[in-house]
């Protein structure tokens, strides 16, 4: 039987752990040939897969991954930008390092990954863009202004990109998941005590899964979504129906 992904070659940062590994091995299994971006340059190898060193700030390595990538696989058809960082203080409290920080790798990163690979992404004439953005991006919490400030941009800049793109053979779409088990989050929830007082404002009662956001994302990846563009998916366990 036939993957999802059959024939696409898909180009994932944040590849190596969390929500971008649970991803690559979802679009694994449905077929998607890899390219797996990452600041570590590591994680665990994949056949017919190429693992690239991304920091998603620099202009410089995402044209090093984007030249790797036509050289290795010849095109591009879907690009998941997953990469992300948090900083959790509040206004007063964020450092201006903190928040240039926090911004060049969420907002900026994000742009710069879509500004790289649109050319390759146009000529495949049926491709998907996937931005990873947060409910943070939609609602207010009180804390975390700069993961606020980001991934509310996240959000806007993938409607504007999907308006651009429309009519050129790109869809664009963000997801946003809510409270995740992954570790970075786990670790930070975990030290500052917040942790069940997240869960328990989550309808459903407990954290999501990276594999739940993955499965959102390869809808969004997929030629099952060939109508959808400009939209948010919301994987949250019903946090935002308050």
């Known amino acids: 039987m036939p993957g999802r992904l059959d024939g696409k070659v898909a180009l994932i940062t944040g590849a190596s752990g969390g929500i971008g590994a649970a991803t690559a091995a979802l679009f694994a299994r449905e077929g998607a040939r890899l390219v797996l971006g990452d600041v570590t340059g590591s994680g665990p190898e994949r056949e017919d897969a190429l693992r690239v060193h991304l920091d998603v700030s620099s202009a410089r390595d995402w044209q090093t991954a984007l030249a790797r990538t036509t050289e290795r696989f010849g095109r591009l058809d879907v690009?998941?930008?997953v990469?992300?960082?948090?900083?959790?203080?509040?206004?007063?409290?964020?450092?201006?390092?903190?928040?240039?920080?926090?911004?060049?790798?969420n907002q900026k990163g994000t742009w710069l990954g879509m500004k790289t690979a649109m050319p390759l992404l146009r000529a495949s004439g049926n491709a998907s863009v996937v931005n990873v953005s947060s409910i943070l991006g939609i609602i207010g919490g009180g804390s975390a202004a700069a993961y606020h400030a980001s991934k509310g941009a996240v959000r806007l800049l993938t409607k504007t990109a999907a308006v651009e793109y429309a009519t050129r053979g790109v869809r664009v779409n963000s997801v946003h998941p809510g409270v995740i088990a992954t570790p970075m989050i786990q670790d930070i929830?975990?030290?500052?005590?917040?942790?069940?007082?997240?869960?328990?404002?989550t309808p459903m009662k407990r954290a999501g899964t990276p594999d739940e956001i993955a499965a959102a994302i390869l809808f969004?990846?997929?030629d099952e979504s060939s109508f959808v563009t400009g939209a948010e998916i919301v994987v949250d366990g019903g946090i935002t129906a308050h």
């Open 79 to 81: 690009l998941v930008n």
């Open 83 to 105: 990469a992300g960082i948090v900083d959790w203080p509040g206004i007063e409290d964020t450092a201006e390092a903190g928040w240039d920080r926090v911004i060049a790798v």
């Open 189 to 201: 929830l975990d030290a500052e005590g917040d942790q069940q007082a997240d869960i328990q404002r």
């Open 220 to 222: 969004l990846a997929s």
